[in-house]
């Protein structure tokens, strides 16, 4: 069956744009989370989405957001986008029921960077 | 609080056994994970273990879970230039949903 499928897999964007991620999740996963990966700080929860409702958020501005569609794939927004917000940004989908707690399976990340 | 701990590097010789440790706080954790990323990739589940077991062998890994010290172990067996990569432990904890929080990641270095 196939993984998680995230999409692009680089994006170049200047200072001060918005930029939108994709996150396609293992079929059936009804659960995504969106994780930032930097050098310095290590692997960052965002936000985790079930069910078109955002259920769990990390501690990050207003200018991330994401949205899940009623087929579970989801999508991640950055406004205004800083320097700093270069990153890898990983997305996972679990099965997420709430009486199983069940892995997360990662997908191969979209790379921002920011000029 | 939430937190993961593990040491940043281990450097090894090839076929001998690697360990790599992580410890951590919440109480409330239900599954404890170990990934593995490799260059300019996500990040592959490897193992999980249920906060009620002790241990859990898969291959030629071993997971032992110490549950009062709050500390998860992950061996490899006979390691190979290919387990080269970075180890990440993680816990997954209820709150609400559940959430699941990353160590830093332990940069394995196999010697050939």
């Known amino acids: 069956k196939a993984g998680v499928t995230q999409t692009p897999r680089y994006l170049i964007k200047t200072r001060g744009q918005q930029v939108t991620l994709s996150c396609s999740p293992i079929?059936?996963?009804?659960?995504v989370s969106w994780y930032q990966q930097t050098p310095g700080q290590g692997l960052q929860f965002l936000f985790e989405y079930f069910s078109e409702t955002q259920r769990n958020k990390g501690n990050f501005p207003g200018r991330f957001s994401g949205r899940q569609f009623s087929n579970s794939r989801s999508e991640m927004n950055v406004s205004t986008l800083e320097l700093g917000d270069s990153a890898l940004y990983l997305c996972?989908?679990?099965?997420?029921?709430?009486?199983?707690?069940?892995?997360?399976?990662f997908g191969d990340g979209t790379r921002l960077s920011i000029l | 609080g939430e937190d993961v701990e593990q040491s940043l590097f281990l450097s090894v010789r090839e076929g001998d056994s690697s360990v790599i440790n992580c410890t951590y706080t919440?109480?409330?954790?239900?599954?404890l994970y170990w990934y593995k990323q490799e260059p300019g990739a996500g990040l592959q589940l490897l193992t999980y273990i249920f906060s009620n077991m002790d241990m859990k062998q898969d291959q030629r890994l071993t997971v032992l879970l110490n549950k009062k010290d709050k500390h998860l172990s992950l061996r490899i067996a006979d390691t190979q230039t290919g387990d080269s990569a970075i180890y990440f432990c993680a816990e997954s904890i209820r709150t609400g949903g559940f959430k699941t929080i990353f160590g830093a990641g332990t940069r394995l270095f196999v010697k050939a």
């Open positions: 996972a989908s679990s099965l997420g029921t709430d009486n199983s707690n069940q892995p997360q399976h």
């Open positions: 919440d109480s409330s954790s239900t599954y």
């Open positions: 079929s059936g996963h009804r659960s």
